[in-house]
T-cell receptor, first 112, second 108 residues
Framework: DVKVTQSSRYLVKRTGEKVFLECVQD?????MFWYRQDPGLGLRLIYF???????EKGDIPEGYSVSREKKERFSLILESASTNQTSMYLC???????????FGPGTRLTVT | GENVEQHPSTLSVQEGDSAVIKCTYS??????FPWYKQELGKRPQLIID?????GEKKDQRIAVTLNKTAKHFSLHITETQPEDSAVYFC???????FGGGTRLMVKP
């Protein structure tokens, strides 16, 4: 089975802090994704990566950056956390474009 | 980019009834349409998907239909059971734009 893990299930940070969320997949998938999930808004794509060191902006990249130095690891960075970034963050991976995405358990981030 | 709208946002049915969730999309180039189920406190998981060269696909009590001309696709669940209660998300395009989700409640 594909396993996607995220570094934290719950995280509380203060406004202005730099925040790192890490995602690791163990199935040699090409694509990795970061979403945020808010009630009524579904899953909104922040960034995705289709190869090591490659990244593309999603629908809501403002205030976020990403890093993919190794194929199995995809990091989401909040350079200066703000309260409107309080949300559930989900990482996902897929073998190639247009195939099933496998999701991590999510990180619930609270920025105070 | 792609835009996906999903309706209804909430749906309540009696056990044994059918449930239908509908999605529309905007990009005629989209060719992959998956449906994910997210139970409370858990991660989304794929339950069924369809590609643009197919009009309908079934898997036991679940079916998905696709109308490319009208740019809409639907999830059909028959003989609903309490364990079908969850949030369901549709998605479209190769990079997956998701709909807003439907909370399905199946009353015993």
């Amino acid at each position: 089975d594909v396993k996607v893990t995220q570094s934290s299930r719950y995280l509380v940070k203060r406004t202005g802090e730099k925040v790192f969320l890490e995602c690791v997949q163990d199935m040699d998938h090409e694509n990795m994704f970061w979403y945020r999930q808010d009630p009524g808004l579904g899953l909104r794509l922040i960034y995705f990566s289709y190869d090591v060191k490659m990244k593309e902006k999603g629908d809501i990249p403002e205030g976020y950056s990403v890093s993919r130095e190794k194929k199995e690891r995809f990091s989401l960075i909040l350079e200066s956390a703000s309260t409107n970034q309080t949300s559930m963050y989900l990482c996902a991976s897929s073998r190639v474009t247009g195939t099933e995405q496998y999701f991590g358990p999510g990180t619930r981030l609270t920025v105070t | 980019g792609e835009n996906v709208e999903q309706h209804p946002s909430t749906l309540s049915v009696q056990e044994g009834d059918s449930a239908v969730i509908k999605c529309t999309y905007s990009d005629s180039a989209s060719n992959y349409f998956p449906w994910y189920k997210q139970e409370l406190g858990k991660r989304p998981q794929l339950i069924i998907d369809i590609r643009s060269n197919v009009g309908e696909k079934k898997d036991q009590r679940i079916a998905v239909t696709l109308n490319k001309t009208a740019k809409h696709f639907s999830l059909h669940i028959t003989e609903t059971q309490p364990e079908d209660s969850a949030v369901y998300f549709c998605a479209a395009s190769n990079m997956l734009t998701f709909g807003g989700g439907t909370r399905l409640m199946v009353k015993p």
